[in-house]
């Protein structure tokens, strides 16, 4: 294997700290640069190295890329849906920007590959409420989905127009222990984890029957490893993959906490985030991911609950 050297961008977000050190497990921790806006991120500190950049600098950027030798590029950095209705131009601007630069210098340095992630956001509407399909009706609503599903097209317009190897996943909601959300619809899911454990009650954001698509972080690091790592030729899609993990409401995930914590109560006070949900599919159809590289997440529901509460304690 050619040695890799990796620049992770906007790695002190809830992903970028668990992508970081999985790739540094894989790389070495030498080969794995951290990046964010952000000074410095505690879960990081010691790990390797960590360097402050704006990704919307193109030119600090670019020097990064050839003084520091980078072959692959993990582009995190965004502002994602409830932040972004808040301010929808620095929303588009930084999601859009963010991209174009980095694939402007992975073209231009021949960077082996990009992986930038989309999100279940694509989806509007008017697309199919269960099991929605990789290629259907796409009509967001939110400026997160639509600076998502744009940015999609432009992966593919490199890759077809200039060769650039990017590969992308639409992740569904995230729930993880480790670093805290950014301010996506979805941060319910992990608030709900630390309410249960703090107070034994928690207010949530959604009203209860609200399905949507979610997933376990691990499952969500082994798929873009996998993903990463699959060969070019499997590659079908070349905006951005369908995957699934789990699928559930407020009131399903706080039975599944009753298991652990009997006493936990919830309560519902929706939000303007209800609507942001409303407009989201609940679940999602992975197939074209499986049949192409072997996608299958590992954890339910329940076996995610228990991981969760484990692993705050
Ligand atoms: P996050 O908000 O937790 O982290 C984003 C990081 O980017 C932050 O550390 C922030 O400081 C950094 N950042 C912001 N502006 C920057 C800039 N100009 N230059 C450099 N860094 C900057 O987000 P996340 O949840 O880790 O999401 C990462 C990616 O995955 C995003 O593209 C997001 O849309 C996508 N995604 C996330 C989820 C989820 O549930 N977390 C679901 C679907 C898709
Ligand atoms: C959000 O809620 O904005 C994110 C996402 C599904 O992209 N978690």
Not at 211 to 233: K, V
Request: aromatic content about 10%; proline content about 5%.
């Amino acid at each position: 294997m050619a040695k890799e050297k990796i620049l992770v961008i906007g790695a002190s977000g809830q992903i970028g700290v668990e992508l970081t050190m999985a790739l540094r497990k894989i790389y070495g921790n030498q080969n794995v640069i951290a990046s964010d806006l952000r000074e410095q991120n505690s879960l990081l500190e010691g790990t390797g190295p960590y360097v402050s950049l704006d990704v919307m600098n193109k030119e600090m950027l670019h020097v990064q890329v050839i003084r520091q030798n980078i072959t692959q590029i993990y582009l995190l950095a965004a502002i994602l849906s409830a932040t972004g209705e808040k301010n929808p131009n620095l929303a588009w601007h930084l999601n859009m920007q963010g991209l174009l630069n980095v694939l402007d210098i992975a073209r231009e340095e021949k960077l082996s590959k990009v992986y930038w992630p989309s999100s279940i956001a694509v989806f509007g509407p008017t697309s199919p409420k269960l099991n929605c399909p990789q290629q259907t009706i796409i009509e967001p609503s939110t400026v997160y989905g639509i600076s998502k599903y744009a940015g999609e097209f432009w992966c593919n317009y490199y890759h077809q127009r200039y060769g650039v190897d990017v590969r992308s996943l639409r992740y569904p909601g995230l729930i993880s222990y480790k670093s805290a959300p950014g301010g996506g619809t979805t941060d319910y899911a992990i608030e709900i984890f630390h309410a249960a454990l703090e107070e034994k009650k928690y207010k949530c954001f959604l009203e209860a029957d609200t399905y949507l698509p979610m997933m376990y972080m691990p499952d969500a690091i082994r798929a873009t490893l996998e993903l990463m790592e699959a060969p070019s030729n499997k590659i079908s899609i070349r905006t951005s993959y369908n995957i699934a993990g789990m699928s559930f409401s407020p009131e399903e995930i706080a039975a599944s906490i009753q298991q652990e914590i009997p006493d936990f109560e919830i309560s519902y006070k929706p939000d303007s985030r209800q609507n942001i949900a409303n407009s989201w599919p609940q679940s999602i159809d992975d197939t074209v991911a499986y049949n192409d590289w072997g996608w299958k997440p590992e954890f339910d529901l329940d076996k995610m609950t228990k991981d969760m509460l484990v692993n705050l304690k």
